[in-house]
């Protein structure tokens, strides 16, 4: 049987769109969660695969990033945990953000130019049709895919210090998933612990918050351009119901937080490992 194709008209003045990705399964009542490598992670909500902010490339294919910690270090620092093709099956992309760790030429290489992709803004939008993209598309607000609404929260990806000095590390976005019948899943993005991100946590109610941990340092900034131990602690107390994900660690040069390290510090606290949860690369969960 052909693959069918749902196609929904566009809100303009809500600012709420949809936009043509192939039909998915039949709902499962479930929601996945994989953590792939880095801040690459997919997302199978209600049937639909999204593959959110991918960094392809082999170990070592970059310079470290220049003027942060451990420069002198490669990324990506490991492997894939599997091969590039069950990486890229996705209905959809997402690029919460264009820095190299979260969308990378192999990125751009692997995937189909076909593939629905959702950017942050016209900017980073211009810059992936540029590289052969057809289906781009900027989430201003929301857009339904396949009966799944994604809702563009903001953040902040370090201190107003560190935006000042690095102008290029703002503006970056953050995700909520939602439909009747399943657990809403807030993928937090990279920022720092704000206003916002408390706003968004208090709004939405999530059963589900992915935090990207790894505390990563610019050298002779104060504090991280990411969030790190402290703060998922902080949404930990916040959303008591909610299960807490530490992502982005042990993948990039500036990454000054372990998966260890954060492990370490949740039996210190006497955090629910049951509720804060540490991935592997490769490793699943299901909600």
């Not at 960094?55 to 470290?64: D, I, N, T």
């Not at 593939?115 to 942050?120: E, F, G, K, R, S």
């Not at 109610?205 to 902080?234: C, F, H, W």
């Not at 992502?247 to 937080?257: F, I, K, P, R, Y």
């Amino acid at each position: 049987m052909k693959p069918s194709y749902l196609l929904f008209s566009v809100a303009l003045l809500t600012g709420v769109f949809s936009l043509p990705v192939q039909a998915a399964e039949p709902a499962t009542q479930q929601v996945a969660f994989q953590q792939i490598r880095n801040a690459t992670i997919k997302l199978n909500y209600a049937g639909t695969t999204f593959l959110i902010d991918p960094m392809l490339a082999k170990r070592g294919a970059y310079p470290g990033f220049a003027g942060s910690y451990r420069s002198e270090l490669r990324n990506p620092l490991v492997e894939l945990p599997m091969p590039v093709a069950d990486v890229i099956k996705a209905d959809a992309v997402i690029v919460t953000h264009t820095h190299l760790d979260h969308w990378d030429d192999a990125a751009k290489q692997a995937l189909p130019k076909t593939v629905p992709l959702i950017a942050q803004d016209d900017t980073d939008a211009q810059a992936i049709r540029k590289d052969g993209f057809k289906d781009v598309r900027v989430l201003r607000d929301a857009v339904d895919i396949n009966g799944t609404r994604i809702t563009r929260t903001e953040g902040q990806h370090g201190s107003a210090e560190a935006i000042r000095a690095v102008p290029m590390l703002n503006p970056v976005m953050g995700l909520v998933f939602q439909r009747p019948g399943y657990k809403t899943v807030y993928v937090a993005g990279d920022t720092i612990w704000n206003g916002q991100v408390e706003a968004a946590i208090k709004q939405f109610q999530p059963d589900v918050i992915i935090l990207n941990t790894g505390y990563a340092r610019i050298q002779g900034l104060d504090g991280s351009i990411i969030m790190g131990k402290a703060d998922l602690q902080r949404a930990y107390e916040l959303a008591p119901k909610a299960k807490i994900i530490g992502s982005h660690m042990d993948a990039v040069n500036h990454g000054m937080q372990t998966r260890a390290e954060l492990r370490a510090f949740i039996h210190a606290t006497g955090m629910d490992f049951s509720r804060v949860l540490v991935p592997e690369d490769g490793q699943t969960y299901q909600f």
